[in-house]
Each structure stands twice: as structure tokens, then as C-alpha cells.
């Protein structure tokens, strides 16, 4: 690397903040192994209130919390109806597959959604001895397509199809798309039957996801969590973090999106072509094609600012609470004489 100035690789490389450093290190801890960590406790009811769910779960990773939701409303061997695209199908190494006995029927999500159809068209093939569906689940927001927020129409409608089949949201970003779009977390996740949002991305704790349900669907997920070697013991330390986040880092990715959407117009300055248009990035995500992403990595990085691909031609811009206006205009400085 040649001394980075701007890390626009991913929001999960956000430090985190003074005061969440300080709610870190005064922390009140206990064995949450035994359910008797506090602050713990205190983190999972207060998102399960953002979501409105009655309990909630935390977790490592949201990996993690989207494999444990695998593993409770997923029978081994049914469908997971999911978007060929999503984080669950092609960026957790596989692991459906080996953690629930799961298997993907992929429908297209070039805008980040799919469509009722594509659900009632899996359920209606069940009845000509094909594999029945376990489980229907959606990304908010959805990463690949840039970011993209479901709508609440194109969710009443999936849901409305899945029928008695259960719906999980991977909300990793799921206060993205409220800021985004003005629709609470809650009204989101009320199509759902459970929902999980990261805390280490845009609200910049260092590490923990929340996974939410109903008390029965969460008493399993905790087992699952067990078994996965994902129970912690005086994990207070930092979900305190977290619960900063929570209070003090949603209202302010507004601040990222902007800057998404001025790197988004100097994307589509340079390369009209590259399928980045800056009226659709709503959230903090550009992404766009290049021919040689090897040799457009290099350049920016020699001007200090890191960049990443999700895929071969496809490279990804994410912006967060570490980078400022003066590192968009480093950026976007870098990207006008670029390969």
C-alpha cells in the first residue's frame, strides 16, 4: 500500500468512537454464558425495541447471526428463496450448506429485490415433487446492487407470497435504509420473522450483531449460538459499544450517504458507461464496473485512498463515519485522471 489516507473498502473499518471507548472500558460485565451479562442484556432489548421484536441475540458476527437464523426456521434439505446475489448466498464461504443442510434457489435481484413470483413460483413447485421452501430471505440494504433499500410495497408483497414459509432479513444495514428512506427500522422488520443488523459497519462498534424474533425463535437461536462457538462470556466490554451505536450513529449516515452520491457523480463523470448512476445511490455504497480493476486499484492507491472489488470487474466504494469531505475530494480528485 502506499499510506492510505482514505479507506474506502468497506464500513466495517470504522474505529471506534471516544465515548464508545470510554462506555467500553466502564462497562458492567458478567457471564453471558450464563445470561448474566448486563450490558449484554441491555444492548439485545434495546434493539429488539428498535425492531420491534420481543427478544433479541447478540452475536459475533452477522455471518453469524444470518447462519443461526439459517439453522432455526430452515429445515435441512428445503429451498432458502434468496437473491443470487445477497451476502448469504455468495459472501459466507458456503456455509448455509454446512451449518443448516440448506440449499439456495436463487432468483435474480439485478436492483437488489425480487419479485412475489419468483416465491409463489417455488412454493407452487413443491406440488410437482420438487424441494419445498423453508425460508425466504431479503437484504436490507442490498450491498451488490449499490446499496439499495427494499420498499416496503415490494416487501409486503414477497412476504404476502411466502405464505406460511418464513422471512428473514440480513439487515446488516438496516438503519441505512431508515435514515435513506425515512421508514423506521420497525416497519421494515415487521415482515419479518427474524431480522439481523451489524453493528461494526456504519454505526462503528468493533465487533457484534443483533439477531431479533420472538422469544421461542431466540431461545433456539441461543443454542444454535452455542453451537456455532459463538457464546461469550463477559462480552460487555463490548456491546456496550454497540448500545453507542445505537443511540448515537444512526441519525448521522445521512452524512455518509451524501458523500456516497458525490463519489457516485464522479464515478459517472469518468466512466459514463460503468453502470453507476448517481440518482440510485441512496445509502453509502457505489458500485460500478472497470475493465482492469487491478490497475484502477493501484492508482488510487497510489494517491492514498483504498478501494475493493466484490467481484471480478466490479469494484465497490463504501463511505462511513472515518471519512470526511476532504478524503471524498481526495477520492473523487484520484478517480478523474484514473485508467
Keep these: 500500500m502506499g499510506g492510505a489516507l482514505v479507506d474506502l473498502r468497506s464500513d466495517t473499518v470504522t474505529r471506534p468512537t471516544p465515548e464508545m471507548r470510554r462506555a467500553m472500558y466502564e462497562a458492567e460485565v458478567g457471564d453471558d454464558g450464563y445470561g448474566e451479562d448486563p450490558t449484554v442484556a441491555a444492548l439485545e432489548a434495546a434493539y429488539a425495541e428498535r425492531v420491534a421484536k420481543p427478544a433479541a441475540l447478540f452475536v459475533p458476527s452477522g455471518t ?21 446475489r445477497q451476502h ?66 415490494a416487501l409486503d408483497a414477497v412476504r404476502e407470497a411466502a405464505g406460511p414459509v418464513p422471512l428473514h432479513m440480513d439487515g446488516a444495514r438496516l438503519f441505512n435504509a431508515e435514515v435513506a428512506t425515512g ?7 415487521g415482515y419479518a420473522t427474524t431480522v439481523m443488523t451489524c453493528l461494526s ?11 431479533a424474533g420472538d422469544e421461542d425463535v431466540v431461545s433456539e437461536a441461543r443454542l444454535a449460538r452455542q453451537r456455532l462457538g459463538g457464546a461469550m462470556r463477559q462480552a460487555g466490554v463490548v456491546a456496550a459499544a454497540g448500545l453507542v451505536g445505537l443511540r448515537t450513529m444512526v441519525d448521522r449516515l445521512s452524512e455518509d450517504h451524501a458523500r456516497a452520491r458525490r463519489l457516485a457523480e464522479a464515478v459517472a463523470e469518468r466512466w459514463p458507461g460503468a453502470g453507476c448512476d448517481p440518482q440510485e445511490v441512496v445509502t453509502n455504497i457505489v458500485v460500478f464496473h472497470h475493465d482492469d480493476t487491478d490497475a484502477l486499484l493501484a492508482h488510487l492507491d497510489a494517491h492514498g485512498v483504498l478501494v475493493g472489488t466484490i467481484a471480478p470487474g466490479v469494484v465497490r466504494l463504501v463511505t462511513h463515519h472515518d471519512v470526511d469531505d476532504a478524503g471524498v475530494e481526495t477520492t473523487a480528485k484520484a478517480l478523474a485522471d484514473a485508467p
Design 201 to 211: 459497519k456504519g454505526l462503528c462498534a468493533p465487533v457484534g450483531s443483533v439477531l
Design 88 to 153: 448469504v448466498v455468495i459472501y459466507e464461504a458456503g456455509a448455509a450448506a454446512v451449518n443448516a443442510g440448506a440449499q439456495f434457489h436463487m432468483v435474480e435481484d439485478g436492483d437488489g429485490t425480487f419479485t412475489a413470483t419468483d416465491v409463489a413460483s417455488v412454493r407452487r413447485a413443491a406440488d410437482h415433487h420438487q424441494p419445498a421452501p423453508g425460508l425466504v430471505c431479503v437484504e436490507q440494504t442490498h450491498m451488490p446492487a449499490g446499496g439499495r433499500p427494499w420498499s416496503l410495497a
Design 183 to 189: 421508514v423506521p427500522a420497525a416497519q421494515f422488520a
Design 64 to 84: 453469524m447471526a444470518n447462519q443461526i437464523a439459517l439453522r432455526v426456521l430452515c429445515p435441512p434439505g428445503a429451498l432458502v428463496v434468496a437473491g443470487r
